[in-house]
């Protein structure tokens, strides 16, 4: 079921799949939308679990705000989605800008969030990766915004110059303050991603309850490049969320 839904006072897409357990929410990437990615992950989850979804302000079929890119007006965004569309804690699976919006949510609300599977995350806007170039909308991305979002077709050009600084500055997370995520959080990563492998690991190794998934052959689209190999580790997670028994614990030790 998809249907605009009123977020306190401002109209955003909201999706939901059949309830067949505990609830997980979508959180799809920057400039993107929930259709965008989520036939690539619900083969992993709606047979087990009740899928929600929505697309964020500025972003897909969700209209403009004042502010609606920054980070922080996007967590404040999914608390209140949590609360008012949800209404109970839930797993978020969030791919790049909803992987951090996932990290700071629970940051923010550690009592609204089960666990998190950040995919193609980075936690500082210095990743030690390659630049991020700048880049203009092609004929496909005026088609596809015109097509999808409530704002004027021109808007395009202006959320992707206030994007791309966003980008080049925001989020500024230390390590210290993901070490307060206490729930059950998968990082998964491909391994020719944007980030470096040091920005990668230190964020696995400064999460209590972390686990690490590098997937081989894939880029910052690895859910699109190897769907089946990231929904059966996506599925494995889930499964069992508690801390893993392993023979030779080194991390793990105090858990």
């Known amino acids: 079921m998809s249907s605009y839904v009123n977020l306190r006072g401002h109209e955003i897409w909201s999706l939901e799949w059949a309830n067949n357990g505990e609830p997980v ?9 929930t259709e965008d990615w989520d036939e690539y992950i619900l083969p992993a989850i709606k047979e087990s679990f009740h899928v929600f979804a929505y697309d964020r302000s500025g972003q897909g079929r969700t209209g403009d705000q004042v502010g609606s890119l920054h ?60 630049p991020i170039e700048r880049w203009e909308a092609s004929e496909e991305d005026r088609q596809e915004h015109a097509e999808r979002s409530p704002d004027e077709p021109e808007a395009l050009d202006s959320k992707i110059e206030r994007m791309w600084g966003i980008w080049t500055s925001e989020p500024s997370l230390s390590k210290d303050d993901l070490a307060k995520i206490m729930c059950p959080t ?24 972390g686990q690490l998934a590098i997937v081989p052959g894939t880029s910052h689209f690895l859910v699109k490049e190897k769907p089946e190999l990231a929904q059966a580790i996506i599925k494995g997670f889930l499964s069992d969320l508690e801390p893993p028994v392993t023979r030779i614990p080194v991390r793990r030790r105090k858990l």
Do not use: C
Not at 25 to 31: A, D, E, P, Q
Not at 186 to 207: K, Q, R
């Open 186 to 209: 998968l990082v998964m990563a491909g391994d020719d991603e944007n980030f470096s492998f040091a920005h990668i690991t230190s964020l696995y190794e400064a999460l209590p309850m």
């Open 25 to 33: 929410v979508l959180l799809h990437g920057g400039m993107s939308a």
């Open 71 to 130: 980070f922080e007006f996007q967590t404040k965004e999914a608390i209140a989605y949590l609360e008012d569309v949800v209404k109970s804690p839930a797993h978020l699976i969030g791919w790049s800008d909803g992987g951090i919006i996932a990290l700071l949510t629970a940051m923010q609300r550690p009592d609204l969030v089960r666990s998190i599977i950040a995919i193609g995350a980075n936690y500082h806007y210095e990743s030690g990766g390659e």
